[in-house]
């Protein structure tokens, strides 16, 4: 299908900005800045694209107030970017093309919780810490995690996933419903709380993922589940990666339903001691957790630890205790941070990036990647929530630096042609945003990227939302 690429744009010039600005403030009063250190907030902040600040940066608190914000950039034909609290890592909150930010932060609102139906309804900005924090005390919980303490319209616009995934799926599996306001103003709510439907296209599906290049998120109706009577988490060392691979391979294989299976690399493991004041063995490492009744979990685990026997790994320390348990999974949510400062100056840029590939083939895509890293000479720690086959690397390289860059660029594209060829994609959460465009062809072919270029001029024909991000 070869359709046309989106509409070009253009930056709106100073009077056109004044001229929304004003209107804006009508609306919205003093939750409209021009301010340059707020816009630079608004825009690129975790990784190595740069920054490229929007004119404005609004602040609505109901969907009414996004419609009205909308609106008013449809008129004037000023680009819209969605931020929610800034913790992507492609590049999805820049603002190339100016424009107006809109951060949903305040929309922090849960509307509704529906114990007996598994499912809630909250607004775009309710993070998800706020949200389990709201749940605990009915038993309930939401259960995807990617680490970051993101909110729950970000993390179903670039469909997120993490350390849970494995047993209970990304954002995908987790929406029902969201409301979102269109390119031309319009409100609309994608499904119902059924938790099935054959009435018509998935809207909800077609949302989830497009990175706000299609509407902005304001509410979302998730599935929950109900928390663990008892969970058991631990850490087991492996001489080899391919073993710590083949371990998580086996596990999942023998069908034993892991809740977490985390994998970090020695370097990683090295890097997560020194930020995190922890003792791990500096190998190979899993931290895996089970889900279940005491007696579930218990044999779960025990499982998991004659498979890692078996394949040289041990010995498997058990962390039942909840602080145990906390601080652990804490220092692995803090591994970014951890990979960062192995390589600290102001010059040195940080250039995280992930792929997934199918679990068979995890062991044969990790360890060829290991020995690009070193034959590359970089420093670029490992982790990866592997019971899906997705991991990260984290290169850190001195942005003045020529050949370093060179260098980079060079292994992050053989990274993701590696992937490809083992039937893989080149980003199993982090998303497109700027940095991945390129790649969108040759992961899904012309035609399938010309009927997206045909789903976005069709609902976005002017390129108002998000432009320079995901369809290249």
């Known amino acids: ?75 004037r034909d000023v680009p819209i970017v969605p931020y929610g609290v800034g913790t992507s890592l492609e590049g999805h909150v820049n603002a190339p093309f100016g424009g107006v930010s809109i951060d949903t932060g305040a929309m922090n609102r849960v509307r509704a919780v529906n114990a007996d139906d598994l499912d809630c309804t909250v607004e775009a900005g ?190 498997f320390d058990w962390a039942t205790g909840a602080d145990a348990r906390a601080r652990l999974w804490q220092a692995r949510h803090d591994v970014y941070w951890a990979a960062v400062a192995l390589r600290p100056g102001p010059t040195i840029k940080n250039m995280s990036t992930d792929v997934c590939v199918p679990i068979s083939r995890l062991a044969e895509c990790v360890e060829a990647t290991k020995r690009d890293i070193a034959a590359t000479g970089l420093t670029a720690p490992i982790a990866g929530h592997v019971g899906d086959g997705n991991f990260h690397t984290l290169p850190l390289v001195d942005a003045d630096s020529p050949e370093e860059m060179s260098a980079v660029a060079g292994f992050l594209d053989r990274l993701v042609a590696r992937a490809l060829d083992l039937g893989g994609t080149c980003t199993g959460e982090h998303g497109i945003g700027q940095k991945k465009m390129r790649f969108m062809e040759s992961e899904h072919g012309p035609e399938a990227l010309g009927l997206m270029r045909t789903l976005k001029r069709a609902i976005d024909p002017r390129n108002l939302m998000n432009p320079g991000k995901l369809i290249p």
């Open 1 to 75: 299908m070869n359709a046309p690429a989106p509409a070009p744009r253009t930056r709106p010039d100073a009077a056109t900005i004044a001229g929304l600005t004003e209107a804006l403030r009508a609306v919205l009063g003093d939750r409209v800045t021009e301010s340059r250190a707020v816009r630079e907030q608004h825009a690129n902040q975790l990784t190595w694209a740069p920054c490229e600040p929007p004119d404005l940066v609004v602040f609505p608190h109901t969907t009414a107030e996004v419609q009205a914000v909308v609106r008013a950039c449809a008129e």
């Open 126 to 315: 309710v993070t998800r810490r706020a949200l389990n924090a709201y749940l605990r005390d009915t038993g309930l919980f939401f259960p995807i995690d990617p680490g970051a303490d993101a909110t729950i319209g970000g993390m179903a616009a670039t469909r997120a996933s993490g350390t849970n995934a494995v047993r209970y799926g990304t954002m995908k599996d987790a929406v029902l419903a969201l409301t979102a306001v269109m390119p031309n103003g319009d409100i609309v709510t994608t499904a119902r709380r059924a938790r099935k439907s054959s009435a018509g296209y998935d809207l909800t599906r077609l949302l989830v993922g497009s990175e706000g290049t299609l509407g902005i998120i304001t509410e979302v109706t998730l599935r929950l589940h109900g928390i663990p009577e008892a969970i058991s988490a631990g850490i087991c060392p492996f001489p080899s990666i391919k073993a710590a691979c083949d371990a998580t391979i086996l596990t999942i294989q023998s069908g034993i339903p892991v809740a977490r299976i985390e994998l970090l690399d020695e370097v990683q493991v090295a890097a997560c001691n020194r930020y995190s004041k922890l003792t791990l063995p500096e190998t190979p490492l899993l931290l895996v957790e089970f889900h279940g009744t005491d007696a579930g979990a218990r044999e779960q685990a025990e499982r998991f630890g004659e498979i890692a026997a078996e394949l040289g790994g041990g010995p």
